[in-house]
């Protein structure tokens, strides 16, 4: 009986969907030879939102009109330009075409770009076993769907755009955002990664085409930190662009104006945080790849209020801070040295004064935590931008960099005077440690390298973190054949190590974010902190650094394999949860109250995680109706 009724169901509803296609094939053949009112009737659909997006004999993609998109409640899942029919058919062979141009960027493998396509549909199609290819292949996979070829796929992100995954919120949006949010599916969202675009790893403003990195950086979220995918929302908010090939560009799929600025900026990001924390107020939002001139007035902004942080401020620094540390105990020295060594940055942007900042308080900490030791600590760095070594003598030095300009008596004494070149000052500083995060590919150039073949270290760092492998400061290959094997390598990009030819490998770090990130969103959400403390920022460094043993060190290993982010992640959250715990900062998260989770010791705590993180295994499908 129940069969039978099941029957009489499922024909019915297959006689309604050919009657509906049956119309909407009149409908179209009609429009297309007659001009008459009866060739615009509408198609009757039975499904709004993704439903319709999902449905190849509906979706229309980007040319679905504003009032339509109203109509079927898909207004910001997709990007904002309408596109005419004509528009997305050269847009699909334009793209079809690039397929036949080799891949720039990249692991030096041609295929990148096809291989991404490939894992994308898959990411399209099933998102199960999706995860299971790219954690069981994350050393393999990870550099396709991350850093570096991540990068490439921004780029082309207008191109290779088939299904809409994430959502968009652009300056047309102004005022429906709040009911705009409803649009998305999930009544649970546990991470946003949002980006403006402004600033794409080290390729500039790349406007709505930089979703690209919130999607990579959430596929690394639910692969490391176990976030289950379904709570996961990669946004774009798009205030237009600055890129004037973007902004010429026909099939460009952002708005083709330039980028907000001000308050009328700021108005439309506040509406985004509103609307997002509404609808869903225990999220945690990372900010990704801003451009300088908003990652910190935002970070401000925002950090006491709301649950987020800024990955390439504080993900960055924690990051480097650990490598830094490992540099001196690669050095034999003990961690408590770390004060004395002189360090050279190259680069003041978003990620240069997030890790100056970082390494300063570590540093002051170490030394006893005072005014004095804050102001002393100052003078072991020295930091060089595109118009050479700041000073106080810099005329509008940036506010951020400026506790960081080297007073006018100190350099001259040491031979430098403001705008000195990064050969200059390493030659003449001799530093410990040159650490690279200013998007200038080649930096590190031969002149830079031989000059520090003069650093008073006995083991010199080289930290080329920029991204994507073609604006590395310099590639392993160079540093190790200039400077020898007695050095410690760490890069943005991933490298392979290197043969040095007599029986040694030059090994290759990666001294990426995404050993922090992760950890430090699932840490956040298990503890149910409701801010990210500088405390809980420093306590996922300090693990990190901790997670190296004293053998692997003293090989010149200072970061993780990317085949452990899984484990790494997990210790690196509940260090996270112990630090919110202690602060008295957790307030719990679902059964696990906070007086519960102050009964946790260690172990414990670990488990917790481990029993939170999301596995990709098919579960048990019963349909129910509604
Ligand atoms: N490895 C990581 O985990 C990580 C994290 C964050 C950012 N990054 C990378 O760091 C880079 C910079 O990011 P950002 O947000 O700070 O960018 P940014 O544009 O805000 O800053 C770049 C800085 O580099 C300086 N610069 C440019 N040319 C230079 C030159 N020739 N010599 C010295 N300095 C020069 C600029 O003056 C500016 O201060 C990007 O490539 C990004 O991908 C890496
Ligand atoms: O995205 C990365 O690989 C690291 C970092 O967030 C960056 O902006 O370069
Ligand atoms: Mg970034």
């Known amino acids: 009986m129940a069969n039978f009724s099941n029957q009489m169901r499922l024909s019915s509803t297959l006689l309604r969907r050919l009657h509906q296609r049956v119309a909407a094939a009149v409908n179209s053949s009609s429009s297309r030879n007659f001009t008459t009112t009866e060739g615009h009737r509408p198609t009757i659909v039975h499904k709004r939102s993704l439903d319709i997006l999902h449905d190849p004999w509906f979706n229309k993609g980007t040319a679905f009109s504003f009032t339509e998109r109203d109509r079927l409640h898909i207004r910001g899942l997709l990007p904002p330009n309408v596109m005419s029919f004509e528009q997305q058919i050269a847009r699909f062979m334009a793209d079809l075409k690039r397929l036949e141009v080799q891949a720039r960027d990249g692991p030096s493998d041609p295929y990148v770009l096809a291989k991404w396509r490939i894992l994308n549909r898959l990411h399209d199609r099933n998102e199960t076993l999706y995860y299971k290819v790219l954690m069981e292949n994350i050393e393999e996979y990870s550099p396709i769907v991350y850093t570096p070829t991540v990068g490439l796929v921004c780029q082309k992100y207008s191109g290779l755009f088939r299904r809409p995954r994430g959502m968009y919120f652009s300056a047309e949006d102004r005022g429906e955002m709040m009911s705009m949010v409803y649009n998305w599916p999930a009544d649970q969202v546990d991470m946003i990664v949002v980006t403006d675009g402004s600033r794409i790893l080290g390729l500039g403003d790349l406007g709505i085409q930089g979703i690209g990195i919130a999607i990579g950086k959430l596929d690394l979220y639910v692969a490391a930190a176990g976030i289950n995918p379904q709570r996961v929302l990669p946004v774009m908010i798009d205030v237009g662009t600055d890129n004037e090939n973007l902004l010429k560009d026909p099939l460009y799929l952002g708005l083709q104006d330039h980028r907000l600025d001000g308050e009328e900026y700021i108005e439309v990001i506040d509406e985004f945080m509103e609307a997002v924390f509404t609808r869903w107020p225990h999220v945690i939002v990372q900010f990704e790849d801003f451009q300088s001139k908003w990652a910190f007035k935002l970070l401000q902004r925002y950090r006491n209020n709301y649950r987020m942080f800024n990955d390439d401020v504080q993900g960055t620094a924690g990051v480097a801070i650990a490598g830094l540390l490992g540099a001196v105990r690669a050095q034999g020295r003990p961690m408590i040295d770390f004060p004395k060594m002189k360090i050279v940055v190259a680069g003041a942007g978003s990620a240069g004064i997030g890790v100056l900042n970082a390494a300063r308080k570590t540093m002051a900490r170490m030394l006893g935590n005072t005014e004095i030791a804050f102001e002393s600590a100052r003078s072991q760095f020295w930091?060089?931008?595109?118009?050479?070594?700041?000073?106080?003598?810099?005329?509008?030095?940036?506010?951020?960099?400026?506790?960081?300009?080297?007073?006018?008596?100190?350099?001259?004494?040491?031979?430098?005077?403001?705008?000195?070149?990064?050969?200059?000052?390493?030659?003449?500083?001799?530093?410990?440690?040159?650490?690279?995060?200013?998007?200038?590919?080649?930096?590190?150039?031969?002149?830079?390298?031989?000059?520090?073949?003069?650093?008073?270290?006995?083991?010199?760092?080289?930290?080329?973190?920029?991204?994507?492998t073609r604006n590395a400061e310099c590639t392993p290959e160079e540093a190790f054949s200039i400077l020898g094997e007695n050095i410690i390598f760490a890069s943005g990009s991933p490298f392979k190590d290197v043969d040095l030819g007599n029986g040694h490998v030059g090994h290759c770090n990666q001294a990426n974010n995404m050993f922090l990130f992760p950890g430090i969103g699932l840490g956040t959400l298990l503890s149910g902190s409701r801010i990210v403390s500088d405390g809980m920022l420093q306590a996922a460094a300090e693990c990190l650094a901790a997670y190296i043993t004293e053998e692997e060190v003293l090989k010149g290993i200072i970061y993780p394999s990317i085949s452990r982010i899984r484990d790494i992640t997990k210790e690196v959250a509940a260090a996270v949860v112990k630090e919110a715990i202690e602060e008295d900062l957790a307030e719990g998260y679902r059964e696990m109250d906070s007086r519960e989770l102050r009964k946790l010791d260690e172990a414990q705590i670990s488990e917790f995680v481990e029993n939170n993180m999301w596995s990709p295994d098919y579960p048990t499908l019963v349909y129910k109706k509604d």
């Not at 000073?391 to 506790?403: I, L, M, Q």
């Open 383 to 468: 930091v060089v931008d595109a118009k050479g070594l700041i000073t106080e003598a810099r005329e509008n030095v940036d506010p951020d960099a400026r506790p960081f300009a080297r007073k006018i008596k100190e350099i001259e004494r040491q031979g430098l005077s403001e705008g000195a070149t990064l050969a200059e000052v390493v030659r003449e500083v001799k530093p410990d440690v040159l650490l690279g995060l200013s998007a200038c590919g080649g930096l590190f150039s031969k002149e830079v390298l031989e000059a520090l073949k003069h650093s008073t270290s006995t083991r010199p760092a080289i930290f080329p973190m920029s991204n994507p």
